[in-house]
């Protein structure tokens, strides 16, 4: 991983950002933010299906894959539209009207769900993506999204945990992930990864790696990693 020195600063942003969301910053283990899942799918069922479908799959292009998605991912950013840090008029709404005890209960019955889905479509648009996700670019400007996504694919087994810059105050672990870091990619939609890498790489929301990530690629590239992630969940 040559390049990674800026992206673990960038996490060091990224870690003070979080951390100002409210809710999260006294919840230092995983069991802190467990969810009760049975609770969790009756909410889903009456409040998130229309949109996302009863198990988390369902959806236009443009909304998210939310089945078999991290936990903590899920949580924070619901806890994210509720105080606007990250922008969606839709879900700014929706989350302002969950308690943080239903949060995680959605989180965790979402969490749970066997996500569906992925075409094949241009495959040499995907060769060219896999490479990109696998191994970063070429000429080491776009690092490896497995880097920090989708660990569970067991391919970065070494992983960035050792990194300067991943441990918060008094040596916290801050990333609870499960993944490294980053939330599980592959089976998610194209257009909405489109989307999503669009406004990180115009800076919104801001801070964080993925703004510089997401500066560092062509729109060509932004195409063919897509086209890799909606093609392989
Ligand atoms: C009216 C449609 C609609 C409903 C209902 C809805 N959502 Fe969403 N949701 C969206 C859209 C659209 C996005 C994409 C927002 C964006 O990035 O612009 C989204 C994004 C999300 C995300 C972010 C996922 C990611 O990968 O970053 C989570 C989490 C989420 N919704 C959870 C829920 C939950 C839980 C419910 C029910 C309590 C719910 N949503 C109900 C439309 C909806
Ligand atoms: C240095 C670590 C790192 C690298 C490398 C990285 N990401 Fe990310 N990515 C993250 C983190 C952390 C988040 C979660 C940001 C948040 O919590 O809002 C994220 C979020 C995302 C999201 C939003 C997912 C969603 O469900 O809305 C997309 C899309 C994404 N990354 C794509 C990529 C792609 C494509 C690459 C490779 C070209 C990549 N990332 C490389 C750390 C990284």
């Known amino acids: 991983m040559r390049n990674l020195t800026p992206f673990a600063k960038a996490f060091a942003v990224a870690l003070g950002v979080s951390a100002l969301l ?8 995983p069991a802190a933010v467990a969810g009760d899942p049975e609770h969790g799918g009756a909410l889903v ?5 229309a949109c996302h479908g ?6 236009q292009a443009t909304v998210p894959r939310l089945a078999g998605q991290d936990f903590v991912y899920l949580y924070r950013q619901l806890l994210a539209f509720k105080h606007g840090v990250r922008a969606s008029p839709v879900m700014e ?12 209960d959605a989180s965790a019955f979402l969490a749970g ?3 569906r889905g992925g ?18 670019s070429t000429d080491g400007r776009v690092p490896a999204c497995a880097g920090c996504h989708d660990a569970s694919q067991g391919w970065f087994a070494g992983g960035m945990r050792g990194m300067p810059g991943m441990r918060g105050a008094g040596g916290m672990p801050m990333m609870r992930m499960s993944g490294r870091n980053g939330p599980r990619l592959l089976g998610q939609r194209a ?17 964080g790696p993925m703004s510089a990530v997401a500066a560092s ?13 909606a093609a392989h969940p």
């Not at 409210?22 to 283990?29: L, S």
């Not at 009863?54 to 959806?59: K, T």
């Not at 909405?192 to 801070?207: D, E, I, K, N």
Request: with cysteine; charged share 20%.
């Open 22 to 29: 409210p809710g999260t910053r006294g919840e230092a283990t």
């Open 45 to 49: 069922e009456a409040r998130c299906a």
């Open 54 to 59: 009863p198990d988390g799959n369902g959806g």
């Open 93 to 104: 709404a929706i989350a302002s009207a969950m308690s943080e005890r239903d949060m995680r």
């Open 113 to 115: 769900q066997a996500r």
């Open 119 to 136: 075409q094949a479509g241009d495959a040499g648009l995907e060769a060219e993506g896999r490479t990109l996700f696998l191994q970063g």
């Open 191 to 207: 257009a909405y990864v489109q989307q999503r890498l669009r406004s990180f790489a115009h800076g919104t929301p801001a801070a």
């Open 217 to 229: 690629m062509s729109a060509r590239q932004m195409r063919a990693v897509t086209a890799y992630i």
